[in-house]
C-alpha cells in the first residue's frame, strides 16, 4: 500500500522520518528505505479548531504515531474515542489540496 | 570581545495597526531607539531587522534596505533576518556579535512583524510555513496545534492541569494591563476562562487542550534598540544596561525526532550558554521575559531554562512566584500573551522591556532593584531558541 518513505542508517539502524542527508545518530550517509505500515501507537494527538486557510472544517484530529518498526510521523486520527497509547491502523488519503492539487498523506483509524 | 550596550530603546504599541505598512512600524520604532540613545546625527554601522515573513504578509522583501532610506540612515550597511518566531532575537545576536568583534561600533536592532494585513486563517497559515513541508505542514498542521500535541505530554509527564495553564493567562493579562504597549488591554478571571459551565463560550478549544486564553493574538508592531560599544554608550551618557550573555542552539525540525518531545533541549542549551557567558546562574536572575506564545511554553520553559526543578514550574505559577512582586517575576510585562506576538518583534520587545526594568523605567509594572535580567525567545517549535542575559552596571 501507498505509504510514507523512511530512512534506517545502514551503520547503526537508527530510523529516520523525514530525510536527513546525515545521520542523526552517527553521521553515517547510506541509508534504507523502508515503508512503515500496519498498526502504530497513538503517542499524542489534538484536536483542532483553528484550521489554516484551504481547509475548511473544524475538529481536525492530528497526532504523531510510532510504527512497529519504530518510524515516528504525524497523521490525520480517523478515531471518535482518544487515548494515548491507543493502536490505530495506518492508511492513505488525501490530507489537504494546495494550489489545487490534491496532496496525500498518512491517515489513522481506531 | 569588546562589551555590548544596550544605548537606546523604543518600541511602538502592539495591536491592529490597519494605517501604518511594515515599513512604517519599523521606522518609528527605530526612531525611538535612537532618540532614546540621544543618538542625534551620529552614523549607524549597521541596521539589521527581524522579521520572520514580510513577502508572505505584506507582499515586500529587502525591509531592511527600506527601512535605511526611511530613516534616511544611508549608507549603514541593511540586512534583514529571519528565524521564525526567533527573528527578533537573531537579530538582536547579530548586532551584538557586530559591535562586540569591533566591526561597528553601532547597530540599530529593529524587529517587526505585520500580520493583520491578512485574515485570520491566512496568518495561521503563513505562520505554519515554519513545519516541515511533507511531513507536518501537509496535515493541516498549525502552531497552536503543535503545542496541544506538546501540551498533551507534558500533562500526562508532569501533572500539569488546565488550571495550572489559567494561571499563567490571569497573571500575564493582568502584567497587560499595567503595560501600555500591551495588545490585549483586558481583566481575566479563573472563573471566566475555566471554572464557570459557560466558560468555554468565553474561552473555545482553538487546539486542545489548548483554548483561546491559552494563545498569544495575533498583532502588528515593532521593537528596537541602538546597540552600541562602551566607548560611544559613554559618550551617549547611556552606559547602564549591557548584554552580559547570550546563547543560542537548535533541535530537530519535527517534533516527533526527538527522544523525549516534552525535553525543550535547546531552551536548555541556549540558557546554560547564556549563563556561563554571564557568569551567574539562573537565581541570580531579578526579572524574566519568557516566551509565551502559548501558556504551556512559559511553564516548560520557565523549568528548562533553570529557575524551577522539572514539574515545578506550573506550581510556581500557581502560587503566585512568577507575578510582579514574587520570588521571579516572569513576564511583566504581560508576555506574548498580552502584549502581543508580531512574530519578529518579539524577541527585540523583550529586550526592550528587560532595559526599561533594569533602568527602573517600568512604571507600575516595575520589578524592584532588578539587576539582572533574562529573557528567552522561541524559534519554530522549540528548534532554535535564543537565550540573553542583561545586567544593569553600577
Given at each position: 500500500?501507498?505509504?510514507?518513505?523512511?530512512?534506517?542508517?545502514?551503520?547503526?539502524?537508527?530510523v529516520?522520518?523525514?530525510?536527513?542527508?546525515?545521520?542523526?545518530?552517527?553521521?553515517?550517509?547510506?541509508f534504507?528505505?523502508?515503508?512503515?505500515?500496519?498498526?502504530?501507537?497513538?503517542?499524542?494527538?489534538?484536536?483542532?479548531?483553528e484550521?489554516?486557510?484551504?481547509?475548511?472544517?473544524?475538529?481536525?484530529?492530528?497526532?504523531?504515531?510510532?510504527?512497529?518498526?519504530?518510524?515516528?510521523?504525524?497523521?490525520?486520527?480517523?478515531?471518535?474515542?482518544?487515548?494515548?497509547?491507543?493502536?490505530?491502523?495506518?492508511?492513505?488519503?488525501?490530507?489537504?489540496?494546495?494550489?489545487?492539487?490534491?496532496?496525500?498523506?498518512?491517515?489513522?483509524?481506531? | 570581545?569588546?562589551?555590548v550596550?544596550?544605548?537606546?530603546?523604543?518600541?511602538?504599541?502592539?495591536?491592529?495597526?490597519?494605517?501604518?505598512?511594515?515599513?512604517?512600524?519599523?521606522?518609528?520604532?527605530?526612531?525611538?531607539?535612537?532618540?532614546?540613545?540621544?543618538?542625534?546625527?551620529?552614523?549607524?554601522?549597521a541596521?539589521?531587522?527581524?522579521?520572520?515573513?514580510?513577502?508572505?504578509f505584506?507582499?515586500?522583501?529587502?525591509?531592511?534596505?527600506?527601512?535605511?532610506?526611511?530613516?534616511?540612515?544611508?549608507?549603514?550597511?541593511?540586512?534583514?533576518?529571519?528565524?521564525?518566531?526567533?527573528?527578533?532575537?537573531?537579530?538582536?545576536?547579530?548586532?551584538?556579535?557586530?559591535?562586540?568583534?569591533?566591526?561597528?561600533?553601532?547597530?540599530?536592532?529593529?524587529?517587526?512583524?505585520?500580520?493583520?494585513?491578512?485574515?485570520?486563517?491566512?496568518?495561521?497559515?503563513?505562520?505554519?510555513?515554519?513545519?516541515?513541508?511533507?511531513?507536518?505542514?501537509?496535515?493541516?498542521?498549525?502552531?497552536?496545534?503543535?503545542?496541544?500535541?506538546?501540551?498533551?505530554?507534558?500533562?500526562?509527564?508532569?501533572?500539569?492541569?488546565?488550571?495550572?495553564?489559567?494561571?499563567?493567562?490571569?497573571?500575564?493579562?493582568?502584567?497587560?494591563?499595567?503595560?501600555?504597549?500591551?495588545?490585549?488591554?483586558?481583566?481575566?478571571?479563573?472563573?471566566?476562562?475555566?471554572?464557570?459551565?459557560?466558560?468555554?463560550?468565553?474561552?473555545?478549544?482553538?487546539?486542545?487542550?489548548?483554548?483561546?486564553?491559552?494563545?498569544?493574538?495575533?498583532?502588528d508592531?515593532?521593537?528596537?534598540?541602538?546597540?552600541?560599544?562602551?566607548?560611544?554608550?559613554?559618550?551617549?551618557?547611556?552606559?547602564d544596561?549591557?548584554?552580559?550573555?547570550?546563547?543560542?542552539?537548535?533541535?530537530?525540525?519535527?517534533?516527533?525526532?526527538?527522544?523525549?518531545?516534552?525535553?525543550?533541549?535547546?531552551?536548555?542549551?541556549?540558557?546554560?550558554?547564556a549563563?556561563?557567558?554571564?557568569?551567574?546562574?539562573?537565581?541570580?536572575?531579578?526579572?524574566?521575559?519568557?516566551?509565551?506564545?502559548?501558556?504551556?511554553?512559559?511553564?516548560?520553559?520557565s523549568?528548562?531554562?533553570?529557575?524551577?526543578?522539572?514539574?515545578q514550574?506550573?506550581?510556581?505559577?500557581?502560587?503566585?512566584?512568577?507575578?510582579i512582586?514574587?520570588?521571579?517575576?516572569?513576564?511583566?510585562?504581560?508576555?506574548?500573551?498580552?502584549?502581543?506576538?508580531?512574530?519578529?518583534?518579539?524577541?527585540?520587545?523583550?529586550?526592550?522591556?528587560?532595559?526599561?526594568?533594569?533602568?527602573?523605567?517600568?512604571?507600575?509594572?516595575?520589578?524592584?532593584?532588578?539587576?539582572?535580567?533574562?529573557?528567552?525567545?522561541?524559534?519554530?517549535?522549540?528548534n532554535?531558541?535564543?537565550?540573553?542575559?542583561?545586567?544593569?552596571?553600577?
Amino acid at each position: 500500500m501507498n505509504t510514507i518513505t523512511a530512512y534506517q542508517c545502514e551503520n547503526c539502524g537508527q530510523v529516520m522520518y523525514p530525510a536527513h542527508l546525515r545521520c542523526l545518530n552517527c553521521n553515517e550517509r547510506e541509508f534504507k528505505e523502508i515503508s512503515p505500515s500496519g498498526e502504530a501507537k497513538l503517542l499524542t494527538y489534538t484536536v483542532v479548531n483553528e484550521l489554516p486557510w484551504g481547509i475548511d472544517e473544524r475538529g481536525r484530529i492530528l497526532g504523531i504515531v510510532e510504527f512497529e518498526d519504530g518510524v515516528k510521523a504525524m497523521g490525520l486520527i480517523r478515531s471518535e474515542k482518544l487515548k494515548i497509547g491507543m493502536k490505530l491502523d495506518s492508511g492513505w488519503e488525501v490530507v489537504r489540496v494546495i494550489g489545487g492539487e490534491r496532496v496525500y498523506g498518512l491517515s489513522f483509524q481506531g | 570581545m569588546r562589551p555590548v550596550v544596550v544605548s537606546g530603546v523604543g518600541m511602538i504599541p502592539f495591536e491592529r495597526r490597519d494605517e501604518d505598512s511594515l515599513v512604517d512600524m519599523l521606522a518609528m520604532a527605530g526612531l525611538k531607539a535612537m532618540d532614546d540613545a540621544g543618538a542625534g546625527d551620529r552614523p549607524v554601522g549597521a541596521v539589521y531587522v527581524g522579521n520572520m515573513a514580510s513577502g508572505l504578509f505584506n507582499h515586500q522583501v529587502s525591509v531592511a534596505s527600506a527601512l535605511v532610506d526611511r530613516l534616511n540612515l544611508f549608507p549603514a550597511a541593511a540586512d534583514r533576518i529571519e528565524n521564525g518566531p526567533a527573528s527578533g532575537g537573531s537579530a538582536i545576536k547579530n548586532g551584538f556579535l557586530a559591535v562586540a568583534s569591533g566591526f561597528y561600533d553601532a547597530v540599530l536592532v529593529v524587529g517587526g512583524e505585520k500580520m493583520r494585513e491578512v485574515i485570520g486563517p491566512k496568518a495561521t497559515d503563513i505562520v505554519a510555513c515554519m513545519t516541515h513541508p511533507q511531513a507536518e505542514y501537509i496535515y493541516g498542521v498549525t502552531l497552536p496545534a503543535m503545542a496541544g500535541m506538546f501540551t498533551h505530554l507534558y500533562m500526562e509527564k508532569y501533572g500539569v492541569t488546565r488550571k495550572h495553564l489559567a494561571h499563567v493567562s490571569i497573571k500575564n493579562q493582568d502584567n497587560g494591563l499595567l503595560n501600555p504597549y500591551a495588545h490585549i488591554q483586558m481583566k481575566i478571571t479563573m472563573e471566566g476562562i475555566l471554572t464557570h459551565p459557560q466558560a468555554h463560550i468565553n474561552n473555545p478549544v482553538v487546539a486542545e487542550p489548548l483554548h483561546l486564553y491559552d494563545c498569544c493574538p495575533v498583532s502588528d508592531g515593532a521593537a528596537a534598540v541602538l546597540l552600541t560599544s562602551l566607548e560611544m554608550a559613554n559618550e551617549l551618557k547611556r552606559p547602564d544596561v549591557q548584554i552580559v550573555g547570550i546563547g543560542q542552539a537548535t533541535d530537530t525540525h519535527t517534533l516527533q525526532e526527538r527522544a523525549d518531545p516534552t525535553d525543550l533541549k535547546a531552551v536548555t542549551i541556549a540558557s546554560q550558554q547564556a549563563f556561563g557567558m554571564a557568569g551567574i546562574q539562573p537565581e541570580d536572575i531579578h526579572v524574566a521575559e519568557l516566551h509565551d506564545a502559548f501558556t504551556i511554553l512559559e511553564i516548560a520553559e520557565s523549568e528548562h531554562a533553570g529557575f524551577f526543578p522539572k514539574g515545578q514550574g506550573a506550581k510556581a505559577v500557581a502560587r503566585g512566584e512568577t507575578r510582579i512582586g514574587g520570588k521571579l517575576p516572569i513576564n511583566p510585562s504581560g508576555g506574548l500573551k498580552a502584549r502581543g506576538h508580531p512574530v519578529g518583534a518579539t524577541g527585540v520587545a523583550q529586550i526592550v522591556e528587560l532595559v526599561w526594568q533594569l533602568r527602573g523605567e517600568a512604571g507600575e509594572r516595575q520589578v524592584k532593584d532588578a539587576v539582572n535580567g533574562f529573557s528567552l525567545n522561541f524559534g519554530g517549535f522549540g528548534n532554535n531558541v535564543l537565550a540573553f542575559v542583561l545586567r544593569r552596571e553600577a
